[in-house]
C-alpha cells in the first residue's frame, strides 16, 4: 500500500488540475487515517493515468482552406469526405464531425474504414491546432502530418496527386475514366461541390 501511495505522490505533477485534486485529498486522508479497498482502487487507477502515453498536439498553420471546403461541399453533401494517402499507399480519409459529436466541426482523421472499424489518427480543430492519437507511432505520426501541412497549403493540388496516383476521385472514391478529369486528378461534379477549379 505504502508503494502504491508513494507512486501516487510521485505522478502528481503528470496529472491534470482536476485529478490532481483528488489525488491531493487522497494523500492527505491516507496520511491522516489510512484508505479503505475503495479509496486504493483510485489511488492506482490515478496512477495508472499518469503513466499512460500522452497525446501529441501540433500546429498545422492556416487550416481555413480546408474547413471551408468542407463547409461548401456540406451544404450539397450530407458527409463530405476527402480520401487522401500517405507515399507507402495506406489510406488517409478526413471527414468533419457532426453536430453531436464530442467536438463537432472538427476534422476527424482516420484510416477511412466504416464507422466501428476504423482506426482514428486524431483530430484537426478549425484554427489547425492537429490533435494525434496517443496510439499512433511517431513514424505515422510524421507522415500524416506532413500530408496535412501540404493539403491545408494546396487542397487542390493534393488532391490532383491522389487522383492521378490512384486512378480515383478523392471526393466520390469513383474511377476516373474521363480524359479531362484524370488529367485534372477529380471529376467537375466533385469540383463544383467542393469549390475547386477543373480545367479551363
Known amino acids: 500500500m505504502d508503494k502504491d501511495i508513494k507512486a501516487l505522490a510521485d505522478a502528481m505533477p503528470t496529472l491534470p488540475a482536476r485529478s490532481q485534486e483528488f489525488a491531493r485529498s487522497l494523500l492527505e486522508h491516507a496520511k491522516d487515517r489510512g484508505l ?39 451544404e ?3 458527409h463530405p469526405k476527402v480520401r487522401l494517402q500517405l507515399a507507402d499507399g495506406r489510406p488517409i480519409a478526413l471527414a468533419v464531425a457532426g453536430p453531436n459529436a464530442r467536438l463537432p466541426g472538427t476534422v476527424n482523421v482516420t484510416d477511412g474504414k466504416p464507422f466501428g472499424s ?17 496510439k499512433l507511432d511517431t513514424a505515422t505520426a510524421t507522415a500524416i502530418t506532413a500530408l496535412l501541412v501540404n493539403f491545408a ?34 471529376g467537375p461534379i466533385c469540383a463544383d461541390k467542393f469549390s475547386l477549379p477543373w480545367g479551363n
Open 36 to 74: 479503505s479497498e475503495k479509496q486504493m482502487f483510485w489511488v492506482r487507477k490515478l496512477v495508472a493515468d499518469a503513466s499512460k502515453p500522452k497525446a501529441a498536439s501540433v500546429s498545422l498553420g492556416d487550416f481555413s482552406g480546408v474547413i471551408a471546403l468542407f463547409k461548401g461541399a456540406s
Open 76 to 78: 450539397r453533401l450530407k
Open 118 to 134: 476504423a482506426i482514428w489518427y486524431g483530430r484537426v480543430d478549425t484554427a489547425g491546432q492537429w490533435d494525434i492519437s496517443a
Open 153 to 186: 497549403a494546396n487542397p487542390a493540388r493534393v488532391a490532383a496527386a491522389y487522383g492521378k496516383a490512384t486512378g480515383s476521385c478523392c471526393f466520390c472514391a469513383r474511377e476516373l475514366t474521363d480524359s479531362r478529369s484524370v488529367s485534372v486528378g477529380y
